[in-house]
């Protein structure tokens, strides 16, 4: 198995697709008549000039790392969540509900933010709950449904903020006003404004995941709903509450990842706060083809890649639309999963043993 | 009929057009078996490249307005055509996940046409002018509401017709509903499964590109981000599952998706008075609807439920309705198929 030529094989294909949409994406730059090297150089210092930056790449990291987590859960039971952008929304909404009327002193800041996460959690599950509840029960198609649900939130949160959450003075769609400090997540410090605590909690959600997902009786019937649904049904697994079990878990730690949004990240409850990045934990877990190790490692990369991004605009020699960051790792996703192909009908036996999904 | 009525109904089929369009190309690629989920970000970067040919075409002074539009219309339909053609490639050539890949495309292509959008954005181009059809514009009622539009939209009814022949009175379509159904049968029988794949995806593809140009040259003028066409998509394919993959059915969806829209728009900025009193909640909550209604027409036709409801229906209702409510997807519907 492991001749030279097969680890040959298998190196091209690691490097091939990011060579080819690095060139992709270089070449779309040529065209609108900038420097790629530039475009480099602004995205390497907008993410790691300073500890400043790369706090704001671990801002991206948390929220990133910690929905990518639950959706190689949902993965592992067959279920494409789609509406996970939508549960971090709801557990945004929910701390944001949180933040302006659990009123506590500051004294008591950190048993107000726990509870405000456990809000948020609380808020993402019961979004995953519907979704959960339409597909097993009512039968509507999971995409769909998340779709749905993802729109619904958007212009529930829009409401609320051009409504009953709206500025005293000035109100206006653009956000609610700042929550009171001791709502908000404190950052570590000035030079590196990033919150501990919830780094902590990524952690112990990776390792806890983990754990669930390869050595006990629930991780094993979610690799069997996944694998093949009728039969799991026949070898006597719940599926149904393997199923929603998955949802919920999942919608836990989106919501989570929503609350940091707006009690870190923004400091108040913007339209769209998920910031498309329930889509971008879909893209990591898809171009890991579903395994959970190295989560953490790529949503870190393509954290660096959005905080950068932001460069791009601000760049006076670039002026160039930071959608270019989305571009880079949606060819990125697409050309692994080509190439993943490619290696398979055309390699076989160069591939890592399908079973090893850890 | 007091003619403002029939205006706004004339503009409603003229807006759902985009819709019908994309609903009947996503129609034909999944009854050949393949699912294009690719559909929101195609319209986009579609309408993007439509509007930027359209426009590029205007400013070069060579050509005249049929002409700038032809072009942006070409320009759009090949983007849908190769992004749906890559769907089925890896599908059939790599083995790949039809709804995976969709899905990634989907958001490839959202931000594509955002960033090669950046320079079009606002700026006014080429636009799809009116064409009263001569003598059919003068049916009462009929003529106000369908025969004074834009050649797109009789194109759209043209479609909805030739694809219901092809569909269920030819023998092209005979072998089109068969490799999205039994692929293995019709592969026995003769059909060359994949090949009518390749064509029937690339044929969807097209017209979606098609739609995505009747966005940004006609209904949506222009381009902006975010797209003004954004989540249509996804509400397009909705709609093929509401119109139970039949030609007609899916019309009817995407002119009542048009409909709701207008109504709650017309709501959103005249306010709603029911005998004479205003009535006052926050409007913008009817952006709601429409997502709603797409939840509630899957819950209807997806079985479970409506299921129960019938049950409470005496028999002779329950098997016609159950009858009109059918909605079942080709049974090889986001499947590969391996010739041996």
Redesign the interface.
């Known amino acids: 198995m492991k001749s030279p030529r097969a680890l040959a094989i298998r190196l091209t294909f690691l490097i091939l697709p990011i060579a080819i949409s690095l060139a992709v994406a270089a070449a ?1 730059v040529i065209a ?1 008549g900038r420097d790629p090297l530039e475009v480099v150089d602004a995205l390497w210092k907008g993410a790691f000039k300073d500890t400043r930056k790369l706090g704001g790449v671990f801002n991206f990291w948390i929220p990133l790392t910690l929905v990518s987590i639950g959706l190689v859960v949902t993965f592992r039971a067959g279920l ?1 969540n ?1 509406g996970v952008e939508g549960q971090m929304m709801m557990g945004a909404l929910f701390a944001s509900w949180g933040a302006q009327y659990l009123l506590l002193p500051a004294s008591l800041s950190p048993l107000l933010n726990v509870i405000l996460i456990a809000l948020a959690a609380l808020g993402g599950m019961f979004w995953a709950f519907v979704v959960g509840l ?1 597909k097993i ?5 999971e ?3 998340g ?3 993802n ?2 939130v958007n ?2 949160s ?2 609320l903020i ?2 009953p959450w709206q500025p005293r003075i000035g109100g206006s769609a653009q956000g609610t006003e700042p929550f009171p400090t001791p709502a908000l997540l404190p950052e570590y410090s000035p030079a590196f404004p990033v919150n501990l605590f919830m780094i902590a909690l990524v952690i112990a959600a990776f390792v806890i995941v983990t754990i669930m997902l390869n050595a006990t009786r629930w991780g094993l019937n979610l690799k069997a709903v996944g694998a093949n649904m009728r039969s799991a049904l026949l070898l006597g697994v719940a599926t149904e509450r393997a199923s929603m079990s998955a949802f919920l878990v999942c919608g836990t730690l989106a919501g989570i990842a929503g609350s940091y949004r707006v009690l870190f990240t923004f400091d108040n409850l913007r339209p769209l706060a998920s910031g498309g990045i329930g ?1 971008l934990g ?2 990591v877990v ?1 171009l890991l083809s579903m395994r959970l190790l190295w989560a953490p490692l790529i949503a870190f990369a393509f954290a660096a890649i959005l905080t950068g991004s932001t460069r791009l605009q601000i760049a006076p020699s670039l002026k ?2 930071s ?5 880079l790792q ?2 990125l ?2 050309f692994v ?2 190439f ?3 290696q ?2 055309f390699f076989p036996g160069t591939l890592e043993d399908e079973d090893d999904e850890q | 009929m007091n003619e403002e009525f029939l205006n706004t109904l004339g503009s409603i089929i003229g807006t759902a057009t985009p819709l019908v369009i994309a609903s009947l190309g996503e129609t034909i690629t999944e009854r050949a078996g393949v699912v294009n989920l690719s559909l929101d970000g195609s319209l986009a970067l579609a309408a993007v490249t439509g509007f930027a040919a359209a426009w590029t075409a205007q400013e070069a002074g060579l050509l005249d307005l049929p002409a700038q539009i032809a072009v942006g219309i070409g320009a759009a339909m090949l983007v849908g055509a190769l992004i749906a053609l890559l769907v089925i490639f890896s599908s059939i050539k790599l083995r790949r996940d039809q709804v995976a890949v969709g899905f990634v495309l989907t958001l490839l292509a959202a931000d594509l046409a955002r960033f090669l959008g950046a320079d079009y954005t606002r700026i006014p181009g080429p636009q799809i002018t009116r064409f009263a059809i001569p003598v059919l514009e003068d049916i009462p009622v009929l003529g106000i509401v369908l025969f004074q539009q834009n050649l797109l939209v009789y194109f759209s009814y043209l479609l909805m017709f030739v694809i219901w022949f092809w569909l269920f009175r030819s023998k092209g379509g005979l072998a089109l509903r068969a490799i999205g159904e039994r692929p293995e049968a019709a592969y026995a029988r003769g059909a060359p499964v994949q090949r009518l794949r390749y064509w029937y995806t690339f044929l969807g593809g097209a017209l979606v590109g098609l739609a995505g140009a009747a966005y940004s040259l006609n209904v949506k003028p222009g381009w902006s981000s975010p797209p003004a066409m954004q989540g249509d998509g996804w509400i397009a394919l909705a709609i093929v599952i509401f119109g139970g993959w039949h030609p007609f059915r899916v019309v009817l969806g995407a002119y009542l998706f048009a409909a709701l829209r207008a109504i709650s728009g017309y709501i959103q900025t005249n306010g709603l008075f029911i005998f004479g009193q205003e009535i006052s909640f926050p409007f913008v909550l009817l952006n709601t609807l429409p997502w709603l209604l797409m939840i509630v027409t899957l819950l209807i036709v997806s079985g479970g439920l409506t299921e129960r409801l019938l049950q409470y229906m005496p028999r002779a209702v329950q098997r016609r309705l159950r009858a009109f409510l059918r909605s079942d997807p080709p049974r090889a519907l986001a499947t590969r198929f391996e010739a041996e």
């Open positions: 779309l609108v494409w789609i339409l029960r009512l039968g509507v198609n995409i769909f449904g779709v749905a649900l729109a619904l212009v529930i829009i409401y051009s409504g889509f879909l893209l898809l160039l639309d959608s270019l960051a989305g571009v949606g060819m996703v697409l999963i080509l993943h192909g490619v398979e009908v």
